[in-house]
């Protein structure tokens, strides 16, 4: 026996232009029905919350399925998988497409060589999920727009729930972004981990999507834009500040990667900060407020 529930949607040419949109999603547990073979023209993210089954690939190898669990279908790739008989499994699923889904290839989020991936947890996918079924009541007029955002949802909360992923990120990610603004060279950082260079590049395409110099620009570049909008320092002390003893170096760094230079930058998103700037973030019992001052009172009686 088991249970079924789920729409598809047909987003417009208009929407697919968002990035990603949803094509269906759906609820389903209990001994399941086998699905395929066959091959499909989207891409599908199968969610196994718990249960066990099995799955094949385009090698024909049967490789078995314990969840929580991710089922990774990819266009024009042939499968088959379902769950074991006896024991069926809790399942969730989202059919998805759109021009963004190479870019998530490339960053990491979607990777059609391992269909098979092993999670920690499903409670950030499953709220994703949950985002997209509420939103597909009838006559939702906002339906394509809110379940497309939430595929983007479920792409980052999949990737954070990997099995091989730490809760507390990854040790080598946080050590360069600790270490970014220190004026070493990729191949010192890697040393620093005992690792070649070669081996620190596979370690940050996996984990972060770009190579090392990227993740360490896009740190550098970040606290750079924070100190030019909310303090007064000189482009030079800024530019030594996130790792650059040459300021002309950084500003043309700066304007090649921003698409504007570090004064005019200064310029449009210059602020005055109240109680001056800081770069913790703060905790969500503790939200930033801005007090504003209330109007003057009358003046003091004159004595």
Same mark, same amino acid.
């Given at each position: 026996?088991?249970?079924?529930?789920?729409? +598809?949607?047909?987003?417009? /040419?208009?929407?697919?232009?968002?990035?990603?949109?949803?094509?269906?999603?759906?609820?389903? $547990?209990?001994?399941?029905?086998?699905? =395929?073979?066959?091959?499909?023209? $989207? $891409? *599908?993210?199968? *969610?196994?919350?718990?249960?066990?089954?099995?799955?094949?690939?385009?090698?024909?190898?049967?490789?078995?399925?314990?969840?929580?669990?991710?089922?990774?279908?990819?266009?024009?790739?042939?499968?088959?998988?379902?769950?074991?008989?006896?024991?069926?499994?809790?399942?969730? +699923?989202?059919?998805?497409? #759109?021009?963004?889904?190479?870019?998530?290839? &490339?960053?990491?989020?979607?990777?059609?060589?391992?269909?098979?991936?092993?999670?920690?947890?499903?409670?950030?996918?499953?709220?994703?999920?949950?985002?997209?079924?509420?939103?597909?009541?009838? =006559?939702?007029?906002?339906?394509? *727009?809110?379940? #497309?955002?939430?595929?983007?949802?479920?792409?980052?909360?999949?990737?954070?729930?990997?099995?091989?992923?730490?809760?507390?990120?990854?040790?080598?990610?946080?050590?360069?972004?600790?270490?970014?603004?220190?004026?070493?060279?990729?191949? &010192?950082?890697?040393?620093? $981990?005992?690792?070649?260079?070669?081996?620190?590049?596979?370690?940050?395409?996996?984990?972060?999507?770009?190579?090392?110099?990227?993740?360490?620009?896009?740190?550098?570049? #970040?606290?750079?834009?924070?100190?030019?909008?909310?303090?007064?320092?000189?482009?030079?002390? *800024?530019?030594?500040?996130?790792?650059?003893?040459? /300021?002309?170096?950084?500003?043309?760094? +700066?304007?090649?990667?921003?698409?504007?230079?570090?004064?005019?930058?200064?310029?449009?998103?210059?602020?005055?900060?109240?109680?001056?700037?800081?770069?913790?973030?703060?905790?969500?019992?503790? /939200?930033?407020?801005?007090?504003? /001052?209330?109007?003057?009172?009358?003046?003091?009686?004159?004595?």
């Amino acid at each position: 026996m088991y249970h079924t529930w789920m729409r +598809f949607f047909t987003p417009s /040419p208009l929407h697919h232009r968002l990035g990603l949109v949803c094509l269906g999603v759906g609820l389903q $547990h209990g001994a399941l029905p086998t699905v =395929g073979p066959r091959t499909l023209d $989207h $891409h *599908v993210a199968v *969610v196994i919350n718990s249960g066990t089954g099995w799955f094949t690939g385009p090698d024909g190898r049967r490789m078995p399925v314990v969840g929580p669990s991710l089922i990774w279908l990819t266009p024009g790739t042939p499968h088959h998988y379902g769950a074991d008989p006896g024991t069926g499994w809790d399942e969730s +699923f989202v059919d998805f497409t #759109g021009p963004a889904t190479a870019t998530y290839t &490339e960053l990491g989020y979607i990777e059609p060589d391992r269909p098979l991936v092993p999670l920690a947890d499903t409670a950030g996918p499953r709220a994703a999920v949950g985002r997209m079924v509420r939103a597909a009541r009838r =006559g939702n007029p906002l339906l394509e *727009v809110e379940t #497309g955002a939430a595929v983007h949802e479920l792409l980052v909360a999949l990737r954070r729930a990997r099995a091989d992923v730490s809760p507390d990120g990854d040790p080598v990610l946080q050590a360069l972004a600790r270490d970014a603004f220190q004026p070493l060279s990729v191949a &010192e950082h890697a040393a620093r $981990h005992g690792m070649t260079p070669a081996e620190l590049r596979t370690a940050v395409r996996r984990g972060a999507g770009c190579s090392p110099k990227d993740y360490l620009l896009g740190i550098r570049l #970040g606290r750079a834009k924070e100190l030019l909008a909310a303090t007064d320092l000189p482009v030079a002390a *800024v530019a030594r500040r996130v790792g650059y003893d040459d /300021p002309a170096y950084f500003s043309r760094l +700066f304007a090649r990667r921003v698409g504007t230079a570090p004064v005019r930058f200064r310029e449009q998103q210059g602020r005055n900060v109240p109680g001056g700037w800081s770069d913790r973030v703060p905790g969500p019992e503790n /939200p930033p407020t801005i007090i504003t /001052p209330g109007p003057a009172g009358p003046p003091p009686p004159a004595g």
